[in-house]
């Protein structure tokens, strides 16, 4: 691929970052779901269109590469300038039917970063269950009670507050256990008069057998996000060192390969953390701090960018900024 023609501010940019930094600089995409959905909640969506014409944007402006090859040159020091790398996280099933043969048509390569366990299968994931429990009954003024730790919390859930609200549970669901969640799940669930262990087929997680299928092919590797998706540094060492070292024999058991990579579930790591990813084999970490990649990063906390459901014009200005 020849060098994209830069503007005269990109090319300013550039030159003070060259003298600002040696080696290389690249960056790690992060994206969730592949989906047309205006109820999407948390912003996980990107449409299939934007998603056709950010791979366009990287054709143009970037040097789509693997991220195992970004990572491989982290260690001999040979970073490609301009090197973009997309992910996924969770497992979602339109990763495989909508984003795979976008990125085949484009020959870009991915890396998913899949949930192991049974959640986003028998049951979605619990973001999902909350964002659809307060979607329902749009409109109408009730009380919700939900007892969290010991201590009952209630609020008058009126329309225009139902997003923030959302937040605030989103807040206090997220340091539990799957275990301590679940009955919460339920509550919402029966508030919102939704059936808690209905999977839609729009928000469902892949199967072992099509996690299998997306990892098929030179451009697409299959790495781990945990078994349960717990927000690591927040849950005790023993039940960290287990979801990391499973998970990674879960990609063994399905892809032949034990785990390489994972990524941090709600981003959330801190040095403890980091180590155990480390002693439970894992070449490489990605975090969800934003920023590029450069010679000097951690492989064990590399940033990525969060791609919001933008037009492909706008990821082609921010790859420039990040990038350039
Ligand atoms: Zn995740």
Known sequence: ???????LRTRLRRIRNRMRRPGGQAVILMYHRIADDPGDPWGNCVS?????????????VARPTRLAELVEGLASGTVRDGAVCVTFDDGYVDNLEVARP????????????????????????????????????EGQETDLVLEVGGEARKWRVTAPQRREIGREIHALLLPLSTEEREPLLRVLAEWAGVDPDEVRPSHRAMEPEE???MAEGPLFDVEAHTVNHPALSLRPPPEQGRELERARAHVGTWLGTPARG???PHGRVD???RRL?????????????????????DPFMLPRAYIADSSGETLARRLKWLLY
């Open 262 to 264: 994972m990524s941090y």
């Open 102 to 137: 976008l990125l085949e048509r484009y020959g870009i390569p991915a890396t998913l970063f899949a949930i192991t366990g049974r959640e986003g299968r028998d049951r979605e994931f619990w973001w999902d269950r909350l964002g659809r429990a307060l979607a329902a009954g």
């Open 1 to 7: 691929m020849t060098r994209p023609k830069l503007d």
């Open 277 to 297: 990813v480390q002693e439970a084999g894992y070449a490489y970490a990605c975090g969800s701090a934003e920023g590029p990649v450069r010679m000097e990063s």
């Open 271 to 273: 040095d403890l953390t």
């Open 48 to 60: 299939p269109a934007n998603f056709e014409a950010h791979l366009a944007a990287l054709r143009r």
């Open 211 to 213: 996690l299998v299928r």
